[in-house]
């Protein structure tokens, strides 16, 4: 059976992680949209009417919606404190024979190194 989109291990709870979080963080958004667009409705900008009224403060909640939940994960995939996903280079297994205690203290120091 394949896996499925989100994956499984390291990736699929990152992924779920995120998901979550674009979800818990649109929602207030959503809510402070709705406030903002009843807000601007009531000071007299915006279209006249109930159904204006109507139409202003879903607009403002999707608005909301929208750049919350955006914002959010924008704001976890950009962090780089954690290591979350694979390498973005394949890793390679090698294979290295030493004849000697030296030798072998050498090649682990040059394999060690970092770019």
Known sequence: MEEGAFG???????LWRVLALIV??????????????????FAGLGPDGTMGLIVQ???WLIIGHLLAGMLAGYLLLADRSQ???APDRPAF???????TGTEQR????ALS???
């Not at 297994?93 to 004849?99: E, F, K, L």
């Not at 050498?106 to 120091?109: D, E, G, K, L, V």
Request: charged share 25%; with cysteine; aromatic share 4%.
């Open 8 to 14: 499984r291990g390291q990736e699929g709870r990152f």
């Open 24 to 41: 818990v963080w649109s929602i207030p958004g959503g809510a402070a949209g709705a406030a903002a667009g009843a807000a601007l409705a």
């Open 57 to 59: 403060v879903v607009s």
């Open 83 to 85: 290591r979350e996903m």
């Open 93 to 99: 297994v090698v294979t290295v024979r030493c004849r």
């Open 106 to 109: 050498a090649a682990m120091r």
């Open 113 to 115: 190194e970092k770019d």
